[in-house]
């Protein structure tokens, strides 16, 4: 997961060629097509991901609420790719954890990553990766033994729906996991998998 190594093509749409590995079962665009640093920040600075948002903080309790009912009191986490809004942060400062923030383009402090954590949060992120093998790589490498990284995005469930899916057409996602995807990063780095609710995974290292 996923090097690029086993990949059949998939669909072409929009003009855009869409790849599958044939080891992790994600869904890849063309490394030739990937989005610029500048195309993804200017897409980035549109998102209306407001901290104090009701329906936002509501969005994010999919996966906030699972996560704490997993975590003992006073835990250290860091929020990857936290974006400009870090309302999950936010929403896990209050219910007692310490909190650190790591984003490429809002929060690129690297200091950030000089530490281990009890754990890693990564909303809405990892369908962004260019690179999801080395990512994955390192949030796992940020996770003290025994520590939970947090995940969500949309699955990829039905190949059939995929031409015509909303999440596809944002032109910054561009890497898309089925449940097997996690099930193979889970073997791959040596953590265990598990999804408590749509569109969540939680990965343990174990």
Same mark, same amino acid.
């Given at each position: 997961?996923?090097?690029?190594?086993?990949?059949?093509?998939?669909?072409?749409?929009?003009?855009?060629?869409?790849?599958?590995?044939?080891?992790?079962?994600?869904?890849?665009?063309?490394?030739?097509?990937?989005?610029?640093?500048?195309?993804?920040?200017?897409?980035?600075?549109?998102?209306?991901?407001?901290?104090?948002?009701?329906?936002?903080?509501?969005?994010?309790?999919?996966?906030?609420?699972?996560?704490?009912?997993?975590?003992?009191?006073?835990?250290?986490?860091?929020?990857?790719?936290?974006?400009?809004?870090?309302?999950?942060?936010?929403?896990?400062?209050?219910?007692?954890?310490?909190?650190?923030?790591? %984003?490429?383009?809002?929060?690129? %402090?690297?200091?950030?990553?000089?530490?281990?954590? %009890?754990?890693?949060?990564?909303?809405?992120?990892?369908?962004?990766?260019?690179?999801?093998?080395?990512?994955?790589?390192?949030?796992?490498?940020?996770?003290?033994?025994?520590?939970?990284?947090?995940?969500?995005?949309?699955?990829?469930?039905?190949?059939?729906?995929?031409? %015509?899916?909303?999440?596809?057409?944002?032109?910054?996602?561009?890497?898309?996991?089925?449940?097997?995807?996690?099930?193979?990063?889970?073997?791959?780095?040596?953590?265990?998998?598990?999804?408590?609710?749509?569109?969540?995974?939680?990965?343990?290292?174990?």
């Amino acid at each position: 997961m996923c090097l690029r190594n086993s990949l059949a093509p998939f669909l072409q749409k929009d003009g855009l060629n869409y790849l599958r590995c044939c080891q992790c079962q994600a869904t890849l665009v063309s490394a030739a097509q990937l989005p610029s640093h500048h195309t993804q920040l200017q897409k980035y600075q549109q998102h209306q991901n407001d901290p104090l948002d009701a329906r936002y903080r509501e969005f994010l309790n999919r996966l906030a609420a699972p996560l704490l009912a997993e975590l003992p009191a006073n835990q250290v986490g860091l929020d990857f790719g936290c974006g400009p809004g870090p309302a999950l942060a936010d929403m896990l400062s209050q219910a007692g954890h310490s909190m650190r923030l790591y %984003d490429p383009f809002f929060f690129p %402090d690297a200091t950030a990553l000089d530490q281990q954590f %009890d754990f890693v949060t990564c909303t809405e992120v990892a369908e962004h990766f260019h690179q999801p093998h080395a990512e994955f790589k390192r949030m796992v490498a940020l996770l003290k033994p025994g520590g939970l990284l947090a995940l969500m995005t949309s699955f990829q469930n039905d190949d059939s729906r995929f031409a %015509d899916w909303h999440y596809r057409r944002d032109p910054t996602h561009v890497t898309f996991y089925k449940q097997e995807t996690f099930d193979f990063i889970a073997a791959e780095f040596g953590l265990t998998c598990e999804i408590p609710c749509k569109n969540v995974a939680f990965l343990r290292k174990k």
